[in-house]
């Protein structure tokens, strides 16, 4: 004889297939509401550029393509790349980073804030000098001379210490100093002048002023563009 499934067992499996599915559309849908498929959110924070655990299952089980990701990715402890001979992050890493985040560059810090920590922790003896030319550049965007800076208190540092600013400073950028950014605190010196000064009609001399600015006031002020 046969057997045969009853027909309660075939509804909770069709119960079952159908919760499965409103689940998966779900996390699916949460995901389609970022600005950048692997923009840090509520329903699972560890998305990022080398996938998301949560979307890659709800498109597998809706049968849909995964979202882009990062094709060159860091392996730890040793910080190589998995796709070429280079250290992480790759040229071609640095490339794809720099393009995907073209414009979600705050995010794009907290990704590569988060990834240099790590490599910070793993990497025994490596000096602050290799962190920098690792992450750093992929940290800053260009700032041309003469960019103006409008920052809080919590954007810049008082000389000698790590103790943020007490009032707000508005300076014109003369030269950013990418050589001299402080790896903890994701800050670099900056070389400038105030609003009232006359250096632009008047015989060179030396910065009014110089700061240590964390880099995603730079970030956000290179993205605001001039004030009005």
Known sequence: MKWRKKASDNSDDTIREARLMELARGAVADHDKRSRPWAHHLICPQCDPEGCFVDDWAREVLKLPLRWRLA???????????????????????????????????????????MLSQAAADLDGITADELRSRFLPLLLPEVPAGTRLYLAPADWYHPGGDRPGSHYRDIVVARVHTGQAHATHLSVWVSGHELDCTWPNADPHPPCVELRVRADAIQRAVQAGPPP
Do not use: N
């Open 72 to 114: 060159h990715q860091p392996v730890r402890p040793a910080w190589s790349c998995d796709s070429c001979p280079e250290p992480w992050p790759c040229p071609a890493a640095r490339s794809d980073l720099a393009v995907g985040y073209a414009d979600d560059q705050v995010t794009l810090l907290v990704y590569l804030c988060h």
